[in-house]
């Protein structure tokens, strides 16, 4: 190979070539046209691509190993308990968690969050406390600290955001109060891109006493987590956003304070011994996991984790990062744009309006240009009230987006620009 076919789709980074026409071959999907064009998929903050490691891995699990986990003498069942259980060790080597039995596998971010909102909302808040969270969260990191605090006579607080879409902390300084009994923060703003700037705001709170939630379900496709390194309380993600299956995710929670929650559903695998006079329950991570868990997806997001630690997150960082910046450049240069979350730090998310034209009209006219983005209010309808819009559009990128898919999507939006002129 000559330095000549470097381009930046094939870039030098932490002493590997990232090949992503190479990687491209993966995704089996990302072959197809979509009216009549090849597809351009800018839609991944809302669900990414599968490499085919994940779908073969699920159809092996299926073809070979398929049984009910934790309860079966036979071979199969241990096979598939096996296989179940590998996979949370692999999570917490992934999110760099002390022990294995602080991962808790869930439906997604969503149900995560359900959960600490409930199991630990149910224990620790009262009427009168706080629970802390700021403008730029998803409806997943506000509606259950809403129903909460509703059902115990809690408030809710709420940090402003500036301009730029970075987080005022000066102002959680001083909403953080003797009553605040968690703060819920999204590490990475999935209408907006933010990085916040996690290390300041969990020395703000743990100072305060007050521990800290935060929904990774934008972070961890994108950046390196380590939850050890981070002292977060809780850390929650999705695996359809980083390349898994849908219908599976991650809670992460100290032991300490998963050990001191109530269960969260109840029912079978979460119990140590049932009388209909008392239940007791199983120890850690079983205690929250009733049921019979999503087997097929955890083998699928196993698969998902090993195929991005393959590639290297620092090696898929950089790569979305030269895609973000090249976006923003040419992106903004066009008439009547205006960007929607300026942020220093940004991961893969490019938010944006055009003047006289409704995002909804953009997605439209790109959809007939076979190029995916969102476009509407990201289930952030606070944020889009903060920034006086009711919507946005989103072009978001993976690691399989290249620079090309970039300038179709600028080519599309000159012509959303002339079809309204
Ligand atoms: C920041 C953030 N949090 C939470 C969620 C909810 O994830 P899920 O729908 O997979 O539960 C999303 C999904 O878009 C998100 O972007």
Known sequence: MTVNTISSDMHHSQGAYFD?????????????????????????????????????????????????????????????????????????????????????????????????????????????????????????????????????????????????????????????????????????????????????????????????????????????????????????????????????????????????MPPYQSGGDMIRSVTFQKTTYNVLPHKFEAGTPNISGVVGLRAAIEYVERLGLANIAGHEHELLIYATHEISALPGIRLIGTAKEKAAVLSFVMEGIHPHDIGTILDQQGIAIRTGHHCAQPLMERFGVPATARASFGLYNTRQEVERLVEGLRKVREGFA
């Open 20 to 260: 992503v026409q190479r990687i491209r071959q993966d995704f089996p999907i990302l072959t197809q046209r979509v009216n009549r064009q090849p597809l351009v998929y800018l839609d991944n903050a809302a669900t990414s691509q599968k490499p085919r490691h994940v779908i073969e891995a699920i159809t092996r699990y299926y073809e070979l190993d398929n049984a009910n986990i934790h309860r079966g003498v036979h071979s199969l069942s241990q096979r598939a308990t096996d296989d179940y259980e590998s996979a949370r060790e692999t999570v917490r080597r992934f999110l760099g968690a002390a022990e294995s039995r602080e991962i808790i596998f869930v439906r997604g971010a969503t149900e995560a969050i359900n959960l600490v909102a409930q199991a630990y909302g149910r224990a620790n808040v009262a009427a009168g406390d706080e629970v802390l969270i700021t403008t730029l969260e998803h409806h997943s990191n506000i509606v259950p600290w809403q129903v909460l605090c509703e059902e115990k006579g809690a408030k809710l607080k709420v940090v402003p955001v500036a301009d730029s879409g970075e987080l005022q902390l000066e102002a959680m300084d001083v909403l953080i109060t003797p009553r605040t009994k968690l703060l819920a923060v999204a590490h990475v703003s999935n209408a907006l891109g933010t990085i916040n700037p996690l290390r300041e705001i969990i020395e703000l709170a743990h100072a305060r006493g007050v521990p800290v939630l935060l929904d990774g379900a934008q972070a961890v496709p994108h950046l390196a987590v380590d939850v050890s390194a981070l002292d977060c309380d809780f850390y929650v993600f999705s695996g359809h956003k980083i390349y898994g299956p849908t219908g599976i995710g991650v809670l992460y929670g100290k032991s300490a304070l998963l050990d001191a």
